[in-house]
T-cell receptor, first 118, second 113 residues
Framework: AQKITQTQPGMFVQEKEAVTLDCTYD???????LFWYKQPSSGEMIFLIY??????QNATEGRYSLNFQKARKSANLVISASQLGDSAMYFC???????????????FGSGTQLTVLP | DSGVTQTPKHLITATGQRVTLRCSPR?????VYWYQQSLDQGLQFLIQ???????AKGNILERFSAQQFPDLHSELNLSSLELGDSALYFC????????????FGQGTRLTVV
């Protein structure tokens, strides 16, 4: 079963507007982390933001915020004031932390290609 | 700069050959993860090492192997290469004791011809 689902293969947003990229996840572990990465056309994977399952507040990093709705198992990325340089592929990922042992590997969604229009 | 270094950045080789990809994790990070990114398969987890020991295995082919050395750098060995092995190979590292960080290297783009 898919653990991370990104339902938007492609999104368009006007420059300076805000955009929300959707991500839903599935886990039975009470402890887990949610990550968002940006992959521009050059290929590197850039870490954007992290949200822990026990964090009470939504994570924010500059123009990025994570809209964490635990009951719905969703972790949407919100980018405010979009810039042309935000055009890239965006990946949502989850890492489960079992009660015994170390954190597991990151499991990725299929990604959303964001295009910012001038 | 993520602090994770991968070499080489690009590699072109022929079918049947063997290559070694190298990864130096961020200073202090004990966990190293290898991922393969291809157009049809997306980002696939291959293998994880923690402080020199194999910790988890994903969709890693038997032709592929990896190790983590005492200085914590890691190598991914790909042998009997096939055209379908052409992909972007990423290494990521994290401290291992915390769950909040995972930084990726710039990747090695492997092309098998």
């Amino acid at each position: 079963a898919q653990k991370i689902t990104q339902t938007q293969p492609g999104m368009f947003v006007q420059e300076k507007e805000a955009v929300t990229l959707d991500c839903t996840y599935d886990t039975s572990d009470p402890s887990y982390g949610l990550f968002w990465y940006k992959q521009p056309s050059s290929g590197e994977m850039i870490f954007l933001i992290y949200q822990g399952s026990y964090d009470q507040q939504n994570a924010t990093e500059g123009r990025y915020s994570l809209n964490f709705q635990k009951a719905r198992k969703s972790a949407n990325l919100v980018i405010s004031a979009s810039q042309l340089g935000d055009s890239a592929m965006y990946f949502c990922a989850m890492r489960e932390v079992p009660s015994s042992g170390s954190a597991r590997q990151l499991t990725f969604g299929s990604g959303t290609q964001l295009t910012v229009l001038p | 700069d993520s602090g994770v270094t991968q070499t080489p950045k690009h590699l072109i080789t022929a079918t049947g050959q063997r290559v070694t990809l190298r990864c130096s994790p961020r200073s202090g990070d004990l966990s190293v993860y290898w991922y393969q990114q291809s157009l049809d398969q997306g980002l696939q987890f291959l293998i994880q090492y923690y402080n020199g020991e194999e910790r988890a295995k994903g969709n890693i082919l038997e032709r592929f192997s990896a190790q983590q050395f005492p200085d914590l750098h890691s190598e991914l060995n790909l042998s009997s290469l096939e055209l379908g092995d052409s992909a972007l190979y990423f290494c990521a590292s994290s401290p291992g004791r915390t769950n909040t960080e995972a930084f990726f290297g710039q990747g090695t783009r492997l092309t098998v011809v």
